[in-house]
């Protein structure tokens, strides 16, 4: 998802019809703000969250949400869907309309899950070049050994997509239960690799995506705002 960025001149014109001579010389007389500052500044870049008044008037207003759901298993990572209900009809804030998925997960998978309206915020999260880590805890139909933790982190060859996968860090917590880090987010990507070594995944669950950890205040279905500091990071 792109993030709308404008010079301000050209915004006003757009949104106001008025031609840009005329647009700079309101510049030119303080009557245009920008996030409640006088902008004289033709070249300013504005973006779909500044707040923008011109003489007078807001011309745009939007803010920027940022949230974190638990993900349950049966709900579909999707804006819409027929069959499953999704995780927009989970939320109830008036702007859920307008957010987009951070990273989907599975239909059978649970945990954490990102939404935003801010294009550039996703993009720069789910960027390959940014290696922004997720955590999943897995639980295995049959016993793991050590032999997966080599096999993960030395890759694995993708055929349908002629990839082969970036190191992936396994941890055992037990016999049925690893944890399993992943730089990189492939189609299905926990259960191909499990799959190689005829290992069906009975359970799959996102911990954390970078430094922003499920909340375990919410229950299943449940979402909050991120804090600014988790936004930040
Ligand atoms: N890997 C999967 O196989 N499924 C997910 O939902 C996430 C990672």
Redesign the pocket.
């Known amino acids: 998802m792109e993030s709308k960025r404008a010079r301000l001149d050209r915004f006003i014109s757009a949104k106001t019809n008025i031609n840009r001579k005329h647009v700079r010389l309101l510049l030119a007389q303080g009557l245009v703000e920008v996030d409640g500052q006088v902008a004289r500044d033709i070249d300013q870049i504005i973006d779909e969250f500044s707040h923008i008044c011109c003489e007078g008037k807001v011309l745009q207003a939007n803010t920027a949400s940022y949230v974190m759901l638990h993900k349950p298993v049966g709900v579909v ?1 999707a804006t819409i869907d027929d069959k499953h209900k999704t995780v927009i009809d989970l939320l109830s804030r008036a702007d859920k309309q307008q957010l987009h998925i951070v990273g ?3 239909l ?2 649970s945990g954490l899950l990102l939404l935003t309206n801010d294009g550039r915020w996703s993009k720069r999260l789910m960027s390959p070049e940014h290696k922004v880590a ?1 955590l ?1 805890r897995v639980t295995l139909k049959n016993p793991i050994d050590a032999s997966y933790i080599k096999a993960f982190f030395d890759g694995m060859y993708f055929e349908f997509e002629d990839i082969t996968t970036a190191p992936v860090k396994l941890e055992i917590v037990d016999s049925h239960t690893a944890l399993v880090t ?1 730089m990189e ?9 499990f799959g190689r070594f005829r290992n069906p ?1 009975i359970g ?1 669950h ?1 911990i954390s995506v970078g430094t922003i950890v499920l909340d375990p205040q919410l229950a299943l279905g449940q979402s909050r705002d991120l804090t600014a500091i988790e936004i930040a990071s």
């Open positions: 990572s989907r997960l599975d059978n998978t997720k999943y992943l987010g492939r189609y299905h990507q926990i259960k191909r690799m995944v799959l996102r």
